[in-house]
């Protein structure tokens, strides 16, 4: 059998992804999103995600290239002065891994985020990391450990077959820390290659290529292109066709998958 979960990434960010979600969850393919608590359109997307009691509501962690939960008194070796995080994710993995004070900084942040999700009422259906950042050995860590106050259970991890050959072995690691922690975690996550170009035909090529297991695509579809300067390059317009395509449809019944959230997958 093949399960699926097609999800979102950056619910929250702007209006625009939040409109992009709520159409395609309810005349389209999208499963899941993954909500950016403290990012500006957040509490739009709360709202949005409280009328579609269907739509699966995950933790999308902000470590990386937007702004914390925390105050900046709390976590200051973390943010700049308008308490945001950097993009120098490789240095700041060097940080967290070797310095005590940035670690506990870093569970403070967390933390924060999760409670700030819970804080929302919904049900905490899974978490990722922006630019899978969860994948870091110190981050994924802490989500774990953190996690199991706020039911914590399943995880995206961040493996597409045939990609990223170097990162093999923080993908072995991760697979076998999600395992023994009991957490649920798709096979292969498809739309890495392809991010933010998802378009109808990538999106078939993709589900055209599902093997048997638990698999997630994930996207990030919006109403309208050039939400941020990092994001200049994605098609986002694009992506939400590509949610809507009748073709899609058709070609995930035509396989016979099984979609759903990460909560109709978690072993009981």
């Given at each position: ?7 979102a ?15 395609a ?24 995600a ?8 995950g ?21 700049d ?11 700041d ?15 403070i942040?967390?933390?924060a ?14 978490v990722n ?9 110190t981050v994924?860590?802490l989500v ?7 039911g914590l259970?399943?995880?995206r ?15 072995a690691?991760?697979r ?13 996550l ?5 991010t933010?170009t ?12 599902l ?12 109403t ?12 986002h ?25 990460w909560a109709?997958f978690?072993?009981?």
């Amino acid at each position: 059998m093949i399960r699926l979960i097609v999800n979102a990434d950056d619910f929250g960010l702007d209006s625009a992804i939040n409109d992009a979600v709520e159409q395609a969850h309810v005349d389209g393919e999208l499963t899941t999103a993954s909500l950016m608590v403290g990012a500006p359109a957040a509490a739009q997307a709360i709202e949005i995600a409280r009328r579609l009691p269907t739509l699966g509501v995950g933790l999308h962690l902000v470590l990386a290239d937007g702004p914390s939960v925390s105050p900046r008194r709390r976590i200051p070796d973390l943010v700049d002065a308008e308490g945001r995080f950097g993009d120098r994710m490789a240095r700041d993995g060097v940080r967290f891994f070797f310095l005590p004070s940035v670690r506990r900084q870093l569970a403070i942040e967390i933390r924060a985020q999760f409670e700030a999700f819970a804080a929302t009422g919904l049900r905490l259906d899974h978490v990722n990391a922006h630019k899978h950042f969860h994948l870091h050995p110190t981050v994924l860590g802490l989500v774990l450990a953190i996690g199991r106050d706020f039911g914590l259970n399943a995880v995206r991890l961040p493996y597409e077959p045939g990609t990223a050959p170097l990162l093999a072995p923080w993908i072995a690691l991760s697979r076998q820390r999600l395992r023994r922690a009991g957490i649920t975690h798709n096979d292969a996550l498809f739309g890495l290659a392809s991010t933010g170009t998802t378009d109808e035909a990538a999106l078939l090529a993709a589900i055209d290529r599902l093997p048997p297991g638990l698999h997630e695509i994930y996207l990030h579809p919006a109403t309208r292109r050039r939400l941020t300067a990092t994001m200049a390059d994605y098609r986002h317009d694009d992506e939400l066709a590509a949610l809507l395509s009748p073709r899609v449809r058709q070609a995930i019944a035509a396989r016979g998958i099984v979609t759903g959230r990460w909560a109709d997958f978690v072993a009981p």
